[in-house]
């Protein structure tokens, strides 16, 4: 069985991560995809919602698809001061796991893109594959990356079952232009943009006052 995370701030959880997931899902075949929240992110800006009610937004989310479950141990208390490094989760799964369990993480385009500045970034591939999801406005690659995706990129969505680690795969998943840094522009803004997220997430949002400076 192939394992796969999907790991983020989510703040909030948006159908950019939803919808190209499940497409992923279906093309890859994967039958079930974990969300992995982080409390302090490494690479971006800290967030404004808190990691609790991040958390109860992903659970909102994923209420109506069988396909997701939430993997909680980025917010476990012991980690309360210190950032998510991506490469220390997947080597503590690995360790539980073991050699031969299959783990795949999914990142966005603009991840991948971001990679050479994770920490080990080099080291990913030795605990899991790499799932990409399209997303617009981003290239596939970058000189820097180029010649270690020649080296590990795969086609063949089968090869990903048969090892448990290794494989960049780029998946063929819809393009969606939606950030959460503009749903929080757009809240902060009193626009609507009920749309772009599921509706129990977005009544949650409005019922706690989050993203709303002149609220808070
Ligand atoms: P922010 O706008 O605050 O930076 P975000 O919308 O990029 O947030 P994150 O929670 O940081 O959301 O993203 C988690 C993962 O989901 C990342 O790997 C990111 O690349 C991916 N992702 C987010 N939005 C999309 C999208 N619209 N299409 C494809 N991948 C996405």
């Known amino acids: 069985m192939l394992t796969a995370l999907f790991g983020g701030t ?12 499940l497409a992923l899902a279906k093309e890859v075949g994967l039958n079930n995809i974990s ?16 990691a609790e009610q991040r958390l109860a937004m992903l659970k909102l989310a994923i209420s109506d698809y069988s396909l997701f ?40 385009q603009d991840s ?24 617009p406005g981003y290239p596939q690659t ?7 995706i020649n080296q590990h990129q795969t086609k063949d969505s089968q090869a990903l079952h048969h090892y448990p680690n290794g494989y960049i795969y780029f998946a063929n998943t819809p393009l969606e232009s939606i950030s959460a840094t503009e749903i929080r522009l757009n ?13 129990k997430v977005w009544h949650y ?7 709303n400076s002149k609220k808070s």
């Open 35 to 50: 969300l992995l929240p982080n409390r302090i992110p490494a690479h971006k800006p800290q967030p404004e919602a808190t």
């Open 69 to 108: 479950s939430i993997d909680t141990r980025e917010l476990e208390p012991q980690l309360i001061n210190q950032p998510s490094f991506t490469v220390d989760t997947l080597r503590a799964w690995r360790d539980q796991n073991g050699p031969q369990s299959g783990l795949a993480f999914i990142i966005g």
């Open 10 to 21: 989510f703040d909030p959880i948006h159908y950019g991560h939803l919808r190209p997931a």
């Open 205 to 211: 949002i409005h019922e706690h006052g989050i993203y």
């Open 112 to 135: 991948l893109l971001n990679l050479p500045t994770w920490k080990e970034w080099q080291k990913l591939l030795d605990y899991c594959h790499l799932l990409i999801c399209q997303r």
């Open 142 to 148: 970058t000189d820097d990356l180029q010649s270690w």
């Open 187 to 199: 809240i902060d803004n009193q626009q609507c943009c009920e749309k772009l997220l599921p509706s």
